[in-house]
């Protein structure tokens, strides 16, 4: 779970898609909790005072639909990666997980990152299309491109070569079939 965080509710983002993701998070997080499937939380941790996710700020704290339960890890990133400057790589090995289901925000910065990495780390990595979500962004053109072309694009880009590209109804289906396979 990838920056499901407070400091994504300000209204400066500006416009976004999925407006579900959070709905969608928290029936996964439900279903994996049930299923005693491990849990783990990246949050962000802004570098500069005036970020968004500053710690020990209401921005930094999880959306109450991602809030961590007693046991489960919580690595602190301050990049886009979840990989750099946390154990999160070693802790999965550890524990033997071989696969990732990712959610989280944003599509096209944080999750994007971190599922290209997972991909390259040697992880099969499934990304939520519908547990995620992004923000209207300006292209370098300068036309404004809306989060739905922005989360569309980005999901494209991770598709098949760093990830599976899957719905939270899809994943939820399979739960309980065993290992998640969903080529």
């Not at 109450?64 to 979840?82: I, L």
């Not at 547990?131 to 072309?149: C, I, K, P, V, W």
């Amino acid at each position: 779970m990838i920056d499901v965080q407070n400091g994504f509710a300000d209204s400066a983002w500006g416009q976004r898609n999925n407006p579900d993701a959070e709905r969608n998070v928290a029936l996964l997080i439900a279903a994996w909790r049930r299923d005693g499937r491990p849990v783990r939380h990246v949050h962000h941790a802004s570098r500069s005072p005036a970020g968004h996710f500053c710690m020990g700020t209401t921005g930094h704290q999880p959306m109450p639909e991602a809030m961590p339960f007693s046991g489960e890890p919580v690595h602190v990133k301050d990049v886009n990666s979840a990989f750099i400057g946390t154990t999160l790589e070693q802790d999965l090995r550890a524990d033997g997980v071989d696969t990732l289901i990712v959610v989280g925000l944003t599509t096209n910065h944080c999750v994007s990152t971190t599922v290209r990495m997972a991909g390259n780390l040697g992880f099969t990595t499934f990304v939520v299309e519908d547990a995620t979500a992004t923000f209207d962004r300006r292209g370098l053109d300068g036309a404004m491109r809306t989060a739905a072309e922005v989360h569309a694009a980005a999901l494209s880009d991770l598709s098949d070569e760093f990830a599976i590209v899957a719905s939270t109804e899809t994943v939820l289906a399979f739960l309980g079939s065993g290992p998640i396979n969903l080529h």
